[in-house]
């Protein structure tokens, strides 16, 4: 997905984060960022679906939290791909009974294939 200005504006918006680093270029010049940036939780926005796991589980679905390490700033006219795939996936027995716990890793990389943020999300099915 090619990174455009109002995309990054109109998610800091959505999120409620009146930041002007994220769509005031002027402002944005002289930060140590030296322009316009997109938030830390931006790559939201490109996660990739990962296939439901091959086990006859439960349908209920819960998010059990996500993880982002950020290598640099995402900016307008980046390129970014998300490649996601399956970390670990583990069944456990809880208190109301089986589940399904799954980890799930998205690497991004930019269109020079430099690494730029690593996301790991927990998901939790009963």
């Not at 589980?57 to 998010?63: R, S």
Request: glycine share 14%; net charge neutral.
């Amino acid at each position: 997905m090619k990174v455009e200005r109002t995309t990054i504006r109109r998610f800091a918006e959505s999120i409620g984060d009146a930041n002007p680093l994220y769509y005031d270029e002027e402002f944005a010049r002289a930060t140590r960022w030296g322009g316009i940036i997109a938030p830390p939780t931006f790559l939201c926005l490109l996660l990739p679906p990962l296939p439901a796991p091959e086990i006859d589980f439960g349908t209920i679905k819960l998010n059990g939290g996500s993880v982002f390490e950020s290598f640099r700033p995402v900016r307008p006219g980046d390129v970014i791909i998300g490649q996601a795939e399956y970390a670990d996936v583990q069944a456990k027995q809880g208190k109301g009974g089986g589940m399904l716990i799954f980890q799930g890793r998205t690497r991004y990389t930019d269109g020079d294939g430099h690494l730029v943020a690593i996301g790991t999300g927990t998901g939790i099915q009963r």
